[in-house]
């Protein structure tokens, strides 16, 4: 079992040789799609995190201007406690926010000049309802104390357009590159199939099993598609690790998170998703174009 | 081994055997001949189930091979050696790589693939040639080689298409000593071919072909058939055909 297996995986490597700029457009192929499939799935992950980060939908962000005495915004929040329609009210002090934002900033040489805080006092308010959300927004931006306001709503609306989009987008894609992929394994099998015929005929005569005569085949395609595979999460990481690094922290919100890849979980899911793909285009066309008997 | 009422049409071609009966004994050594385009290659082809006749029953080891379900075909062809009319070597394998493919398939692997390859390439004379590719060696050889290959996973019934076409007289009588010995071990042997003289100096069953028909089924034949030997041989007592001539008897 296992020196057939062995002598099946000899025959696999010679078809992968003899095809071997087919077998390069097959890895190259996958690992276009994969990277692209992971580049919008990541994406879209990471457009969800900053969403779980911005208010909620029944959350107001009310912004008080910096002038306003810590007084004040306590009366402020005894108001908005009594109003109808509000669950909670919550206080973000400026100085908690501003140590915050320091430990998050990469570089400290930037804000170095700045010894004052020019972050405002921040009120986090829970509505009942996504209605009183909006209305309660509306009031809170008449006030001459609120500098601004985030009501989770229209904030995730657009934001949740946003990522939809992505999502979509990105999925339509990835589909397409997928099966293109796939398709490109399949072929490149053809091929082989096609530039075997002899060998297999004779495997035939001689009584090999469709099994022992599909097998090389289909290795190869699942090898072509891992290879591509891995190549889509080395990149992807590559590429995530350096965008980390240089472009993200220069994003607003964005920069306030931690871009949350694990290479190798990138990496094996990918390659995984290369041998789906791999195994079934070949299985596929190994099926179609393999004449029995 | 036993054929009935075969008959055959090719798919845009004339009928290529037409209600063939006859049956072999296991062990037995059969001569298949007729002109070329008589029907005798696609008759080896039916009993290894490359073609499948249009009518008719065929058995091959109690199995019928006409209907056999498409998973029993390896191991229909396991109890075959088939030596093709063309030899059938892949080019880019040695000639012990083809000879070993046949065990591989069914397999074979490790110690015993290595003994039984060399075993069967020395049978025929051509380990010294074993890491040769087919291009490399004569025809002869290559013939050979697709003996080798037939032998080497010890079947019960051999089939040759012209094991010996294209082969010089000496070189052809080597093979066909081989084939009688392979015989000799109880292997059963139909041996479509040409080859007169051959027929006539082994002096065994014969079955003729005529457009796709078996017209001649004798027990130990010559390649003509009994009477115009014995016409011959009033012509030129000197030349007639070799071995005892008996009269036709059914299979
Ligand atoms: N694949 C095919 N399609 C159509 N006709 C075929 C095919 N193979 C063989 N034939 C026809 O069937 C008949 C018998 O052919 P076959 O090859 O069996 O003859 P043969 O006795 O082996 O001849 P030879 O001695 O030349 O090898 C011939 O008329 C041939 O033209
Ligand atoms: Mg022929």
């Given at each position: 079992m296992i020196f057939t297996f062995m002598f099946l995986l000899r025959e696999a490597w010679l078809n992968g040789f003899r095809q071997r700029l087919m077998i390069l457009a097959c890895v190259t192929t996958t690992a276009v799609a994969l990277t692209t499939l992971g580049g919008f799935a990541l994406l879209a992950w990471h457009v969800h995190l900053i969403a779980d980060a911005l208010p909620r939908r029944i959350e107001v962000h009310i912004f008080v201007r910096p002038t306003v005495p810590r007084t004040r915004v306590n009366e402020l929040m005894a108001a908005l406690q009594r109003s109808q329609g509000v669950s909670r009210v919550r206080l973000v002090p400026r100085e908690i926010a501003w140590q915050e934002f320091k430990k998050s900033w990469p570089g400290p040489d930037v804000l170095d000049g700045l010894n004052d805080n020019p972050l405002p006092d921040k009120i986090e308010v829970v509505t009942t309802s996504p209605d009183r959300t909006l209305t309660l927004a509306r009031e809170v931006r008449a006030w001459p104390e609120s500098e601004s306001v985030r009501d989770g709503a229209q904030v995730l609306q657009r934001l949740l357009a946003v990522a939809g989009f992505i999502r979509a987008g990105g999925l339509i894609a990835a589909v397409l590159l997928a099966l293109g992929a796939a398709w490109m394994v399949g072929n490149a099998i053809r091929l082989t199939l096609h530039a075997r015929r002899r060998d297999i005929r004779v495997m035939q005569l001689v009584g090999a099993t469709n099994a022992f005569i599909r097998l090389p085949f289909i290795i190869e395609g699942t090898t072509a598609g891992t290879i591509g595979g891995v190549l889509a999460g080395a990149l992807l990481a590559a590429g995530l690790t350096h965008l980390s690094n240089t472009l993200l922290p220069e994003i607003p919100l964005v920069s306030e998170l931690q871009l949350a890849i694990d290479p190798t979980l990138v990496g094996g899911s990918l390659a995984i998703a290369g041998a789906v793909l791999g195994l079934t285009g070949s299985i596929v066309s190994v099926r179609r174009y393999l004449t029995l008997d | 081994?036993?054929?009935?009422?075969?008959?055959?049409?090719?798919?845009?071609?004339?009928?290529?055997?037409?209600?063939?009966?006859?049956?072999?004994?296991?062990?037995?050594?059969?001569?298949?001949?007729?002109?070329?385009?008589?029907?005798?290659?696609?008759?080896?082809?039916?009993?290894?189930?490359?073609?499948?006749?249009?009518?008719?029953?065929?058995?091959?080891?109690?199995?019928?091979?006409?209907?056999?379900?498409?998973?029993?075909?390896?191991?229909?062809?396991?109890?075959?050696?088939?030596?093709?009319?063309?030899?059938?070597?892949?080019?880019?394998?040695?000639?012990?790589?083809?000879?070993?493919f046949a065990l591989r398939v069914i397999g074979v692997h490790g110690k015993p693939l290595n003994q039984r390859t060399i075993e069967a390439l020395d049978r025929v004379g051509i380990l010294p040639r074993a890491r040769m590719f087919p291009h490399q060696v004569s025809g002869g050889e290559q013939q050979r080689a697709a003996l080798a290959r037939a032998i080497v996973n010890r079947p019960q019934l051999l089939l040759a298409d012209e094991p010996t076409g294209n082969l010089d007289p000496e070189t052809s009588r080597g093979i066909m000593d081989l084939l009688l010995e392979i015989n000799c071990s109880g292997t059963t042997m139909l041996i479509a071919t040409h080859d007169q003289p051959l027929v006539d100096a082994v002096g065994r069953r014969v079955l003729e072909l005529q457009g796709g028909r078996l017209v001649r089924d004798e027990a130990q034949g010559g390649y003509d058939s009994a009477e115009i030997q014995q016409d011959l041989e009033e012509l030129h007592p000197a030349t007639g055909g070799s071995g005892a001539v008996k009269g036709s008897e059914p299979g």
């Amino acid at each position: 079992m296992i020196f057939t297996f062995m002598f099946l995986l000899r025959e696999a490597w010679l078809n992968g040789f003899r095809q071997r700029l087919m077998i390069l457009a097959c890895v190259t192929t996958t690992a276009v799609a994969l990277t692209t499939l992971g580049g919008f799935a990541l994406l879209a992950w990471h457009v969800h995190l900053i969403a779980d980060a911005l208010p909620r939908r029944i959350e107001v962000h009310i912004f008080v201007r910096p002038t306003v005495p810590r007084t004040r915004v306590n009366e402020l929040m005894a108001a908005l406690q009594r109003s109808q329609g509000v669950s909670r009210v919550r206080l973000v002090p400026r100085e908690i926010a501003w140590q915050e934002f320091k430990k998050s900033w990469p570089g400290p040489d930037v804000l170095d000049g700045l010894n004052d805080n020019p972050l405002p006092d921040k009120i986090e308010v829970v509505t009942t309802s996504p209605d009183r959300t909006l209305t309660l927004a509306r009031e809170v931006r008449a006030w001459p104390e609120s500098e601004s306001v985030r009501d989770g709503a229209q904030v995730l609306q657009r934001l949740l357009a946003v990522a939809g989009f992505i999502r979509a987008g990105g999925l339509i894609a990835a589909v397409l590159l997928a099966l293109g992929a796939a398709w490109m394994v399949g072929n490149a099998i053809r091929l082989t199939l096609h530039a075997r015929r002899r060998d297999i005929r004779v495997m035939q005569l001689v009584g090999a099993t469709n099994a022992f005569i599909r097998l090389p085949f289909i290795i190869e395609g699942t090898t072509a598609g891992t290879i591509g595979g891995v190549l889509a999460g080395a990149l992807l990481a590559a590429g995530l690790t350096h965008l980390s690094n240089t472009l993200l922290p220069e994003i607003p919100l964005v920069s306030e998170l931690q871009l949350a890849i694990d290479p190798t979980l990138v990496g094996g899911s990918l390659a995984i998703a290369g041998a789906v793909l791999g195994l079934t285009g070949s299985i596929v066309s190994v099926r179609r174009y393999l004449t029995l008997d | 081994m036993k054929l009935a009422h075969v008959s055959l049409q090719h798919a845009r071609g004339a009928l290529a055997l037409e209600d063939v009966s006859f049956k072999v004994e296991p062990g037995e050594f059969v001569f298949l001949i007729g002109q070329t385009g008589s029907g005798k290659s696609s008759l080896l082809k039916i009993l290894n189930r490359e073609l499948k006749p249009t009518g008719g029953e065929v058995w091959v080891d109690g199995t019928e091979v006409t209907s056999l379900h498409r998973r029993g075909v390896p191991s229909l062809r396991r109890k075959l050696g088939v030596v093709f009319q063309d030899f059938r070597l892949l080019p880019d394998r040695t000639l012990f790589e083809n000879v070993s493919f046949a065990l591989r398939v069914i397999g074979v692997h490790g110690k015993p693939l290595n003994q039984r390859t060399i075993e069967a390439l020395d049978r025929v004379g051509i380990l010294p040639r074993a890491r040769m590719f087919p291009h490399q060696v004569s025809g002869g050889e290559q013939q050979r080689a697709a003996l080798a290959r037939a032998i080497v996973n010890r079947p019960q019934l051999l089939l040759a298409d012209e094991p010996t076409g294209n082969l010089d007289p000496e070189t052809s009588r080597g093979i066909m000593d081989l084939l009688l010995e392979i015989n000799c071990s109880g292997t059963t042997m139909l041996i479509a071919t040409h080859d007169q003289p051959l027929v006539d100096a082994v002096g065994r069953r014969v079955l003729e072909l005529q457009g796709g028909r078996l017209v001649r089924d004798e027990a130990q034949g010559g390649y003509d058939s009994a009477e115009i030997q014995q016409d011959l041989e009033e012509l030129h007592p000197a030349t007639g055909g070799s071995g005892a001539v008996k009269g036709s008897e059914p299979g």
